[in-house]
């Protein structure tokens, strides 16, 4: 007798072949042989892909990276061999003169696609191993520009105030109360040094025999007896000043050369004694810090001011606050491989000399990579991790900690205690499964990365029971779509499925609709006239779009995914909008090619017309359309896993069955075709009440079929759409005979 079966959701996608005869899984009701050209919706159903819509021919083969400035504001970067073009959804960017808006870029092809980046509003950071990091920053929707970085002190180093002083033989002069000294050294009982001072007689002075230039750092003696007369300290303590100078951003340069003078010890100055500095002005500088140290010490913080001279009363210096001191952190071109932002700080990780070290700039300050000593707590950082292995750092991603991606293992950096600072960074391992040269993708909560065999797919997510990170397989039930083959470049789409999208290396297209809270992971293939070569998903207003790079016969395009509403389902296409016409041009990318073609009818329904072939770079229509789409046919294919009935009788795995008909659930649907394979289907009728030569208002509802096939010991169902019409199936209800 037959038994009515129910398949409601395909939310397991495409399953591997060598599940055939595991009905005992409870993702097998719910998976595909073949899902082609079909996607999966989160809550279940399949629906045919909309088509690619041309946006531009480009000079040649291309790499896709995002910039995304906020939901209304983003971009797609067409990263050539040294060239640069800008996307929209609604095309190219254009210049001045009407042109294809182009920018010469410092990236060869080959670097271009494995750029890391990291955004922070209009600037996007891009690190590529072995050259020095650059910003592209869009200064306006038309204006763009790139600029290497630079880890050098914003600000030059401030020069002392130089003075002419005349030596005279035998003397060591002094400045004093406005008058000139001659300083003695002297020696105390126990051989202690101390100075001693006498009145200089002018024309002493006078007979000098040369001059020199000195800096111009005095020790200043105001102290007064009460008889009015110099009260002479004893100097006996050696002290050095720096000063950094200042922008108007609170960048600060690099100390100054030290200025050296002796003075009195800290507890012998008297009133009215203070060292005197002064210091030439430095551009850009709105104010000056100055530091200071004794006794070959490092020089403490001692003062800020705006002015270009300071005094200096026997202020006691700040020692845990020094000067910064700026390094290349990439000396001898060692640049890094990757980039991102954590905590507030700019992160560069893995150069080809330093493959696992990682650099952090100053919190809030992402080009600054000074530090100080001792330690600050905003300092930048430099880690080098300790490993078993040598692997260079693939990616990093920002959740409650830095996830690193490695070839050999994935670490977490985090804080030993309380917030994150240059004292408190800490890493350890996490999984050793080792990641691929891609940058990972995050999705809600999930990291998900591709590991170094480059065809599995694997997420970390972290887990309070273990404290760490892990995940698991993604690919393992659809295995069979990565044997041989390897992930070239991948990227996700949130809206309006959740889709992460896959290019392989032999051109196809792979898609996974995942929602891990749902235990959504659904894969399908998809294919075109032509080769896959990379994607990237942009905000696009309510949904993101999909942004692909398509090599048709030798030529390289950007195309971008259809919207569901925008009704297209041909690809490579173009849409006519317009004054009714039997004529449609501007096909020159499609020359001699069999084009499929949709056009709006009266009733406001699209309509099929046969395909006919390109001449000229135009067709010709059959009726006059207000509404047409124009491109490449593609078929949509949905197979069924072989239908088996499990119960108290046993399983009808391996005993003869044939399915004697099927009710398929449909929802807005034009056109299909059913079978029990693809070599032998059935024409589903669809006109209703539609005059002929209009266009079929889309369907939802349920249709039976009827299938001709006989007893067989694995029956499965296929459902194809040939048309350029869409189709989307809720669920099937195959009746099925066991014999």
């Known amino acids: 007798m037959p038994f009515t079966t129910f398949q409601g959701a395909f939310t397991s996608g495409e399953l591997a072949p060598s599940l055939t005869a595991r009905i005992d899984l409870a993702k097998y009701s719910q998976g595909c042989r073949t899902l082609r050209n079909f996607l999966v919706q989160p809550h279940g159903g399949a629906t045919k892909r909309p088509g690619f819509l041309m946006l531009e021919k480009l000079p040649g083969a291309a790499a896709l990276l995002p910039f995304t400035f906020n939901c209304n504001q983003a971009y797609v970067l067409v990263f050539g061999d040294k060239w640069l073009r800008i996307a929209t959804a609604q095309g190219m960017l254009l210049n001045a003169e009407g042109g294809v808006l182009e920018i010469a870029s410092p990236y060869t092809l080959e670097q271009a696609q494995g750029l890391s980046f990291a955004q922070s509003g209009d600037v996007l ?55 000139l000294f001659r300083r003695d050294l002297n020696y105390g009982t126990y051989g202690e040094e101390y100075y001693s001072y006498s009145p200089v007689q002018q024309d002493l002075y006078a007979q000098a025999s040369s001059s020199y230039m000195v800096t111009n750092i005095q020790f200043v003696n105001g102290a007064r007896k009460s008889d009015g007369s110099v009260s002479y300290p004893q100097l006996t303590t050696p002290y050095h000043y720096v000063v950094t100078a200042i922008n108007d951003k609170g960048k600060e340069s690099e100390a100054s050369v030290p200025a050296h003078i002796t003075g009195p010890a800290s507890n012998n100055w008297q009133a009215g004694d203070y060292v005197q500095l002064s210091w030439q002005a430095v551009p850009g500088a709105v104010e000056y810090c100055v530091y200071k140290g004794c006794f070959g010490g490092s020089a403490g913080y001692a003062a800020t001011t705006s002015n270009l001279y300071w005094n200096d009363y026997n202020t006691a210096a700040l020692s845990t606050q020094t000067p910064p001191k700026w390094t290349d952190p990439f000396p001898d071109n060692d640049y890094p491989a990757v980039v991102g932002f954590f905590e507030q700080r700019l992160v560069f990780a893995s150069s080809p000399k330093r493959p696992q070290t990682i650099w952090l700039s100053r919190s809030g300050d992402y080009e600054n990579f000074s530090a100080s000593s001792p330690l600050q707590a905003d300092d930048s950082i430099e880690l080098t991790i300790a490993g078993n292995e040598v692997s260079r750092m693939n990616w990093l991603v920002a959740l409650r900690s830095l996830i690193l991606g490695a070839e050999g293992m994935e670490w977490e950096l985090s804080s030993s205690e309380g917030p994150f600072t240059a004292k408190s960074a800490r890493v350890t391992p996490q999984s050793y499964r080792g990641s691929a040269s891609l940058p990972a993708l995050v999705v809600g909560n999930t990291v998900l990365h591709i590991t170094r065999s480059g065809r ?16 698991t397989d993604r690919t393992i039930l659809a295995a069979h779509l990565f044997e041989g083959r390897h992930i070239k470049q991948w990227c996700f ?59 048709r016969d030798e030529n390289f395009y950007l195309e ?50 046969a395909p006919r072939r390109v001449t000229n770079g135009r067709i010709q229509l059959d009726a006059p359309a207000e509404d047409v789409t124009v491109g490449l046919i593609y078929q949509a294919d949905l197979e069924t896993m072989p ?71 694995s029956a499965t169902l296929c459902i194809r759409s040939e048309g350029p019409l869409p189709m989307t199936v809720l669920a099937l209800l195959p009746e099925l005979e066991v014999k």
């Not at 996974?512 to 809270?517: G, H, I, L, R």
């Not at 073609?597 to 699209?606: D, Q, T, V």
Request: proline share 4%.
């Open 125 to 179: 950071f891009l690190a590529c191993s072995g050259v020095v990091p650059h910003k592209l920053k869009r200064l306006a929707h038309d204006k763009w520009e790139f600029e290497a970085m630079s880890f050098k002190a914003p600000l030059s180093p401030a020069q002392w105030v130089k003075t002419a002083v005349t030596s005279v033989s035998g003397y060591n002069l002094a400045y004093g109360g406005g008058e």
């Open 456 to 471: 599995e797919v694997r997420d970390l997510k972290y887990d309070f029971g273990s404290d760490s990170y892990g995940g």
């Open 493 to 551: 789409q949130p809206a309006p499925h959740g889709i992460i999208w896959l290019v392989r290396d032999d051109g196809m297209l792979l898609g996974m609709t995942f929602q891990a809270e749902h235990d959504v992971c659904a894969w399908h293939r998809h294919d075109t006239d032509g080769r896959f070569h990379g994607v990237c998903s942009v905000p696009g207003g309510r949904n993101d779009r999909l942004f692909c790079v398509v090599e």
């Open 560 to 609: 971008v995914l259809a919207e569901s509403a925008d009704g297209v389902y041909l690809d490579s296409a173009l849409r006519y909008s317009g004054p009714a016409t039997r004529e449609i041009g501007g096909l020159e990318h499609l020359e001699g090619k069999e084009v499929g073609l949709a056009a709006r009818r009266a009733n406001g329904f699209m309509a099929a017309e």
């Open 643 to 713: 239908v088996e009935l499990s119960g108290e009788g046993g399983v009808s795995l391996g005993r003869k069955k044939h399915i004697n008909a099927v009710n398929i659930i449909f929802k807005d649907t034009i056109t299909a075709r059913a079978g029990g394979n693809f070599t032998r289907m059935e024409d589903l009728r669809w006109r209703s009440a539609e005059a002929y030569g209009q266009g079929l208002e889309p369907f939802s509802g349920s249709k039976r079929v009827v299938l001709g096939e006989g007893p067989q010991n």
